[in-house]
Nanobody
Framework: QVQVLESGGGLVQAGGSLRLSCVVS????????MGWFRQAPGKDREFVSY????????DYADSVKGRFTISRDNAKKSVYLQMNSLKPADTALYYC?????????????WGQGTQVTVSS
C-alpha cells in the first residue's frame, strides 16, 4: 500500500516563503513522477507542479512560475516545493501526488493535504 504524507504548510504573510515536503512510502514502481496540486475554498483542485524521476522534466502552472521551485530526493522518496513571494491567492490546501503511469501527470496516489494560508 502506497502512502503519501505532506508537511510544511502554515500561515505566512504576503511576500513570505514556505517549503512543503512530501514523502512516499510503500511499494512503488520505479521512475514515478511526483508533484503538487492545490485546492482553494470553493474552487476545483488545480495542478501546481510536477517533476519526473530524473528531474529532467519539470512543469509549473503559469500562476506559480518564477515563484515556486520543485525538487526531489529519490533516496528519501521525497519531493519538495519551495514557495517564494507568496500571495493571498496562493492560499489553499496543497496535495502531494505520485504517479507511476507514463502519460500526463494526473496523480495516482494522494496525500491528505497541508494547509497554506497567506495573509495580506
Amino acid at each position: 500500500q502506497v502512502q503519501v504524507l505532506e508537511s510544511g504548510g502554515g500561515l505566512v504573510q504576503a511576500g513570505g516563503s514556505l517549503r512543503l515536503s512530501c514523502v512516499v512510502s510503500g511499494r512503488m514502481f520505479a521512475h514515478y513522477k511526483m508533484g503538487w496540486f492545490r485546492q482553494a475554498p470553493g474552487k476545483d483542485r488545480e495542478f501546481v507542479s510536477y517533476i519526473t524521476w530524473s528531474g529532467g522534466s519539470i512543469d509549473y502552472a503559469d500562476s506559480v512560475k518564477g515563484r515556486f521551485t520543485i525538487s526531489r530526493d529519490n533516496a528519501k522518496k521525497s519531493v519538495y516545493l519551495q514557495m517564494n513571494s507568496l500571495k493571498p491567492a496562493d492560499t489553499a490546501l496543497y496535495y502531494c501526488a505520485v504517479d507511476s503511469r507514463p502519460d500526463r501527470f494526473r496523480g495516482e496516489y494522494w496525500g491528505q493535504g497541508t494547509q497554506v494560508t497567506v495573509s495580506s
